[in-house]
């Protein structure tokens, strides 16, 4: 079974801990399974010189037992000599720590980049230390970048997502999401290949307007998935009507989206009507609230908190036995 994930972000990191925790049942029980996590690129930025890819790295160093849990994000036993010494000179941004682990990774990064191997090749490279257990692949080697149309001090601008986000708390209200060079991107080295041949696409419980937004706006990409012969299964990032990471519910008002589990999966959209999934999972919580979603789009409600990798295991096993593709002996 060759199993394709969509993600972005911590929640898609956490998810992917689940996938893989599945899949290893999965070959113990002799279904030899691989997963392919489809990783999105629009919250890469430049700081420093340094190019900082926080996406995969969050999902790397989380598979890889890196992460700071506690803290949501970066190395675990991380220090800022750096930065500190940064704030000395008064380098900016001031608004964005480098911890002096997580710049080692983007050193590597930022010096194989400018030798001219492309993102996905990196990314290879970086795994070899990490060994994540999941295949990662950036959803484009190109330069795409999620940016923000805001109001600051009287006038309209665009701002790097990771400003808002970062510096901002996402507190200025988003006029609209841009994906910058998205148009002229192309799917990643291998991304095409992996999603012709999965048995199933899950698209992660991340956040629908710049975590998997950008994912799907690389050109072919969206068409890929939604003319491919695998089954889509998405799972809520909305439980109750709240998120249940980060501040999804700012950039689904952004979008004019509902933030609910039913707003999330019209956004989506089923595939017999021009969307891209097939299925969508949602918490117990919301079973009543997406009863009247079109027709087309299967639905199973089972608790999606993931509160540690057997209770996320359970998600992603109900996530491909809505798919039609689960193995009950895994």
Known sequence: MHIVVLAGGIGGARFLLGVRA??????????????????????????????????????????????D???????????????????EYGAEPTWFGLGDKDIATHLVR????????????????????????VRLLPAS????????????????????????????????????????????AKPGAGVLDALAEADV?????????????PVLGVPGLRDAVATGAAPV????????????????????????VECSAAGVARLYGARSAGGVLDGWLVDVADEAAVADLPDGLRVRATPLWMTDEDATAGMVAAALHLAGVAHDRA
Request: charged share 20%; aromatic share 8%.
């Open 201 to 213: 696409v899950l698209i992660a419980p991340s956040n629908p307007v710049v975590s998997v937004a």
């Open 233 to 256: 299964v998405g799972v809520s990032p909305i439980i109750g009507g709240s998120p249940v990471r980060g501040m999804a519910d700012a950039c689904l008002a952004a979008v004019d």
């Open 22 to 67: 599945w899949a290893r049942r999965s070959e113990a029980a002799g279904t030899p399974t691989t997963v392919t996590a489809v990783v999105n690129v629009g919250d890469d930025v430049t700081m420093h010189g340094l190019r900082i890819c926080p996406d995969l790295d969050s999902v790397m160093y989380t598979l890889g037992g890196g992460a």
């Open 141 to 184: 080697d190109d330069r795409v970048e999620t940016h923000v149309v805001v109001d600051v001090e009287g006038r309209t601008r665009a701002i790097h997502f990771q400003e808002w986000w970062v510096r901002y708390r996402a507190a200025l209200p988003a006029r609209r999401f841009v994906f910058v060079g998205a148009e002229a």
């Open 69 to 87: 849990t506690a803290r949501g994000w970066g190395q675990v036993g991380e220090t800022w000599v750096v930065k500190e010494q940064l704030a």
């Open 110 to 133: 930022t010096r194989m980049l400018d030798a001219g191997y492309p993102l996905s090749a990196v990314t290879e490279a970086l795994c070899a230390r990490w060994r994540p257990g």
